[in-house]
């Protein structure tokens, strides 16, 4: 599950204080609180690295150093850089957290980063919602994998009218009736009844132990079905009530489908953006 550290370490952009990104960072990557960290002060002179990074310098500019168990670089491209000894799979989300998962489409990377995201909560332990636009929404149960047994209960949502589409594959894990539920929405343009929809299932999950986890695939069909400021009015909605309903959401988009103007307005809705590109490199943004 994800990428080796050695070879292929996480990237993060830091943004305008390179201090800040470093804890955020950090924390992200070995799946703790910020405030559970060693106080960056005490390994770092906190005000001279952000001096350092201040002004765009015309030559290659970095600095490496430990904190809390892990090798940081940070550069002057806005990059930060970890590694560790924990393995990248182990990394887990904060158990409220929306994020923005951009990765080619139905490639090898956009998989492995789904289930890499998906396996911040075990299995055992997950209710997972897919809100898919895939046709029939089998493609997401081939494609998901779980390191345990199958979640306690999994939901499909199919965005779409399928019902005259030969497209449909069939699914190589069977599950029992009462363990998977399907549901359709078929105009992919009524995003009332799709809210109200997944409100329903975190609503019956409520009084449920298993944490709820959720795989919207994806923002790039939503965005084909509808003009953009109607797709963020959704969204800002939607990334609410699953932040109330304690949730653990990424949602799947194409940024080879869309400009970069359109990523941006979208990006304040999330708490994080993680990016993956085809070669398999991970850039994650903490909000």
């Not at 002004?55 to 491209?77: A, G, R």
């Not at 609503?203 to 069909?221: A, I, K, N, R, Y």
């Not at 304690?246 to 970069?260: N, Y």
């Amino acid at each position: 599950m994800g990428p080796n550290n050695e070879t292929n370490p996480p990237s993060f952009n830091y943004g305008d204080r390179p201090s800040t990104g470093v804890i955020r960072a950090v924390a992200w990557f070995k799946g703790v609180e910020p405030t559970a960290l060693t106080p960056l002060q005490g390994v770092i002179d906190v005000d001279a690295l952000n001096a350092l990074f201040d002004k765009p310098e015309e030559t290659d500019l970095s600095v490496s150093f430990e904190y809390d168990e892990c090798v940081v670089e940070v550069t002057n491209d806005g990059t930060i850089t970890i590694r560790g000894a924990s393995d990248a799979g182990s990394r887990e989300l904060d158990q409220e957290t929306n994020v923005l998962f951009l990765a080619p489409s139905s490639s090898h990377p956009e998989d492995e980063g789904c289930n890499d995201l998906l396996s911040a909560v075990p299995s055992s332990r997950a209710n997972l919602l897919g809100v898919t636009y895939e046709s029939p929404g089998t493609n997401r149960l081939n494609i998901w994998e779980f390191e345990e047994e199958t979640p306690a209960h999994i939901s499909l949502i199919n965005v779409g009218d399928f019902a005259r589409s030969s497209a449909s594959q069939p699914s190589k894990r069977a599950l029992p009736p009462e363990r998977l539920e399907v549901d359709a929405v078929l105009d992919p343009a009524d995003l009332t009844t799709l809210g109200i929809r997944i409100s329903e299932q975190l609503s019956e999950w409520g009084s449920t132990d298993e944490q709820p986890v959720v795989c919207f695939h994806s923002l790039t069909e939503l965005l084909e079905a509808t003009d953009l400021n109607r797709a963020f009015r959704f969204l800002h909605l939607l990334t609410r009530r699953l932040s109330l309903a304690g949730a653990i959401a990424h949602f799947h988009l194409d940024p080879e489908t869309c400009d970069e103007k359109t990523i941006e307005t979208l990006r304040p809705l999330f708490d994080a953006v993680l990016e993956v590109d085809e070669d398999g490199t991970w850039s994650m943004c903490v909000q």
